[in-house]
C-alpha cells in the first residue's frame, strides 16, 4: 500500500475487530515471547499498531517505524521513554538500526508485494542480533482457494473475517488482489437484504468504503509460500501461534531467527 493509501485508512483502524486486529491472546503470546529473551531489550514495531505498541516497559524498549504520518497521527498511542515512533519506510531500517534484540509487526506482508516481502525480510534480518527475533501475524490465504458459495455459506456477523476470505478468493497468481476490485465484486454479489442478514453495521462498512477510491494492492501469500520466503532468506521457523477467533487458523504468529 501507498503512503496515500493509508492517508486514506488512517481513521478507520479503530472499527476493525480480528482477525483485522490482533486478539489479546496474540498480544500475550508475543509478549511472552519477548520476556522469554530475559533482559532489556531493544528493537523495532513495524507499523504503530496500538495493541503492540502498549508491549513497550521497562524490560522492553520499543521504536516504531511507520512511513504515514497520517497513521502516526490518528493511530500512535504516544511517545515515552520505552516508546517513540519515527517516520521512515521499513526498507530503510539497515540505515537506522543495528544488532537490535527483536522485530514486531502484525500483517506487515499484507501490505507488501511480493518484491518488497522479498526486501523486508532482507532488511529484518540485517538489523537482527545473531539471536534477535521476528514476530510477525501473517494474514494467509488457504492452500486451496475458496468459492463464494462456500464463503458466502459460512459468514457470520465478522465483516472483516468475510472480506478477508472473499479477498483471498480473488488475489491473481502473486496472491495479489486489487481492493478496488474487492469493493466493486463485494457490491456485486451482496445485496442489502444480506447485509441485514448477517448484521452487518454502517459502522462496520464504512471501513471498506475507502477501497473504492484506491489503488491499493493487498497480498495474502499462503503458509507454504511464507514458509519458503523464510528459508531463501536465512530465516528459521521456531514458534507459532493462533488464536481462538473467527479465521485464526489464516493468521498464524510466527517467531523468526536467523538460521
Not at 198 to 216: D, H, R, V
Amino acid at each position: 500500500m501507498t503512503t496515500s493509501s493509508w492517508s486514506s485508512f488512517a481513521k478507520y483502524f479503530e472499527l476493525l475487530s480480528s482477525p483485522g486486529r490482533p486478539s489479546a491472546d496474540d498480544i500475550a503470546f508475543v509478549r511472552n515471547q519477548l520476556l522469554s529473551l530475559n533482559k532489556p531489550i531493544n528493537g523495532i514495531l513495524l507499523g504503530v499498531t496500538k495493541e503492540l505498541a502498549k508491549l513497550a516497559s521497562e524490560e522492553i524498549n520499543i521504536t516504531a517505524v511507520d512511513n504515514s504520518l497520517e497513521m502516526i497521527k490518528h493511530q500512535w498511542i504516544g511517545n515515552s521513554s520505552n516508546r517513540t515512533v519515527i517516520l521512515d519506510d521499513w526498507l530503510n531500517l539497515p540505515s537506522q538500526f543495528t544488532s537490535v534484540d527483536f522485530v514486531i509487526g502484525d500483517g506487515v506482508f499484507t501490505v507488501l508485494d511480493r518484491k518488497s516481502s522479498h526486501l523486508l525480510m532482507e532488511c529484518v534480518r540485517a538489523v537482527l542480533s545473531d539471536d534477535g527475533i521476528f514476530i510477525v501475524r501473517l494474514f494467509c490465504s488457504p492452500e486451496m482457494r475458496e468459492s463464494f458459495e462456500h464463503i458466502y455459506h459460512n459468514t457470520t456477523n465478522n465483516l472483516n473475517a468475510f472480506e478477508w476470505r472473499l479477498a483471498q478468493s480473488m488475489c491473481d497468481s502473486n496472491f495479489e488482489v486489487c481492493m478496488k476490485n474487492f469493493l466493486d465484486r463485494f457490491k456485486q454479489v451482496i445485496s442489502a437484504s444480506d447485509i441485514e442478514h448477517f448484521g452487518w453495521t454502517k459502522e462496520q462498512l464504512s471501513t471498506i468504503e475507502p477501497y473504492a477510491n484506491s489503488p491499493c494492492t493487498l497480498t495474502f501469500m499462503t503458509e507454504t509460500v511464507f514458509k519458503e520466503l523464510c528459508k531463501e532468506h536465512g530465516m528459521e521457523i521456531i514458534n507459532r501461534f493462533t488464536g481462538s477467533y473467527e479465521l485464526s487458523e489464516r493468521c498464524p504468529t510466527f517467531v523468526l531467527r536467523k538460521a
